[in-house]
């Protein structure tokens, strides 16, 4: 079993920053591809970004490219996301989750592919 726990959402005005942060513990080793969604009231959920948590292979969506940068430090067991000038529609619940096999192309935005998720950690961008 893997437990995911993320950390470091809070309140911030348009254009400002924000790193949320994911822990990753238990049979660690299994966690071979570790993405953030998000999901807002009244939307679906959406993958953010997503990284292999050994190598260096990423992937964003084109809502955030260029704006966000995720990394990983396997030693840590941690996957963090650089929120850069962060955007009102940036508002929502952001959540960590983690699959078993390496992601690429369209199963990283696939929810069912993930067989771990965090808790959630709220993110509000405001005017």
């Known amino acids: 079993q893997v437990k995911l726990v993320e950390s470091g959402g809070g309140s911030v005005q348009d254009e400002g920053s924000l790193t949320l942060s994911c822990s990753v513990s238990g049979n660690t080793a299994w966690a071979r591809s570790v993405a953030w969604f998000r999901q807002a009231p009244g939307n679906e959920r959406e993958v953010v970004a997503g990284?292999?948590?050994?190598?260096?292979?990423?992937f964003y969506s084109d809502s955030v490219k260029g704006r966000f940068i995720i990394s990983q430090d396997y030693a840590k067991n941690t996957v963090t996301l650089q929120m850069n000038i962060l955007k009102v529609d940036d508002t929502a619940m952001y959540y960590c989750a983690a699959g078993d096999f390496w992601m690429n192309g369209d199963t990283w935005a696939e929810g069912a592919n993930y067989n771990a998720w965090g808790q959630g950690t709220q993110v509000t961008v405001s005017s």
């Open positions: 990284i292999y948590r050994r190598g260096r292979a990423t």
